[in-house]
């Protein structure tokens, strides 16, 4: 078992910038795929960005430029910094594991394994 927490979300207004993290605890191993995925109200849970034991990422193609992924093995912890942010990307963040993969990065929720709990960002003026 893996478990995950997030960090505290908030209040950022649009063009502003916001750094989630995510700190792995448990059955914990440096070489899973970790990802980033936001559900907004009504909507299904979208990929935002994953990224590979060694530093491997891909993005979701409207954060590319945006957004940075990034993780520290020692720390078991991954990082989400957020940039330029926009009000349509306010939601309920979400880190996960993919305890199945190592070297690809999957798009579909449903195929990781273990959750965080969510935090909410909301982008508003």
């Known amino acids: 078992q893996v478990q995950l927490v997030e960090s505290v979300g908030g209040l950022v207004q649009p063009g502003g910038s916001l750094r989630l993290s995510c700190a792995a605890s448990?059955?914990?191993?440096?070489?899973?795929?970790m990802g980033w995925f936001r559900q907004a109200p009504g909507r299904e849970r979208e990929f935002v960005a994953g990224?590979?034991?060694?530093?491997?990422?891909r993005y979701a193609e409207s954060v590319k430029g945006r957004f940075t992924i990034s993780r520290d093995n020692a720390k078991n912890t991954m990082y989400l910094q957020m940039n330029s942010l926009k009000p349509e990307e306010s939601a309920v963040y979400y880190c996960?594991?993919?305890?199945?993969?190592?070297?690809?990065?999957?798009?579909?929720?449903?195929?990781?394994?273990?959750w965080g709990q969510g935090t909410q960002v909301t982008v508003s003026s």
């Open positions: 448990g059955r914990t191993q440096n070489d899973y795929v």
């Open positions: 990224i590979t034991w060694n530093g491997g990422t």
């Open positions: 996960a594991v993919d305890a199945g993969n190592t070297v690809v990065i999957v798009t579909t929720a449903g195929l990781y394994d273990y």
